[in-house]
């Protein structure tokens, strides 16, 4: 049972142009989600977070956005530069101690054309 | 570099067989996760260790262990081992729970 779903395996957006990658779950009792970036043979890095109080979170070029009611949430990353094309993981926690049994979703690798 | 050290980085043993991976977490971090990564799926959480002790369990199989010593490495014993066990296993750790988590490079291990 996946209860935290990336639908789209792989996303390819020109440089410059928006990357949207989305996250579905299932678990109401998600309180916190985050999003992380893996490059190939790293282990993953934060990226950016939301509390469940919140609907949306800004850092610099990327942002995160929660529609609680759709049980949905997106990261945009404007502009899209090279160095973004890695695969990205989004996870929820059913605590507000954000890495506390994180669950994670199959990733999306995002490919950004120069 | 994320400061976290997990060796050994690959792995190759036999059916039956008893690994044990280790972590090292960030200086001063005092929270240790392990996940497990099989292919094409996402990262499973399996246990969490605060100061040596036990805080969160995942999804570890009754044949996984681990324990996180006095000096905050933490280690992860898999025993019994089958096939289905090969993946990339993921140490992590954090100050307290509700910091950035930084992730290790992983541990390869491929059951034959």
């Known amino acids: 049972d996946q209860q935290v779903k990336q639908n789209s395996p792989s996303l390819s957006v020109q440089e410059g142009r928006i990357s949207i990658l989305n996250c579905d779950y299932t678990?109401?009792?998600?309180?916190?989600f985050l999003w992380y970036k893996k490059y190939p043979a790293e282990g993953p890095t934060f990226l950016i977070s939301i509390s469940s109080i919140k609907d949306k979170n800004e850092d610099g070029r990327f942002t995160v956005f929660l529609n609680k009611s759709a049980k949905h949430l997106s990261l945009h990353i404007v502009p899209s530069q090279p160095g973004d094309s890695a695969v990205y993981f989004c996870?929820?926690?059913?605590?507000?101690?954000?890495?506390?049994?994180?669950?994670f979703g199959t990733g999306t690798r995002l490919t950004i054309i120069p | 570099d994320s400061g976290v050290t997990q060796t050994p980085k690959h792995l190759i043993t036999a059916t039956g067989q008893r690994v044990t991976l280790r972590c090292s977490p960030r200086s001063g971090d005092l929270s240790v996760y392990w996940y497990q990564q099989s292919l094409d799926q996402g990262l499973q959480f399996l246990i969490q260790y605060y100061n040596g002790e036990e805080r969160a369990k995942g999804n570890i199989l009754e044949r996984f262990s681990a324990q996180q010593f006095p000096d905050l490495h933490s280690e992860l014993n898999l025993s019994s081992l089958e096939l289905g066990d090969s993946a990339l296993y993921f140490c992590?750790?954090?100050?307290?729970?509700?910091?950035?988590?930084?992730f290790g490079q992983g541990t390869r291990l491929t059951v034959v």
């Open positions: 678990n109401s009792m998600f309180d916190y």
């Open positions: 996870a929820a926690s059913p605590t507000n101690f954000g890495n506390e049994k994180l669950t």
């Open positions: 992590a750790s954090s100050v307290p729970a509700n910091t950035e988590a930084f």
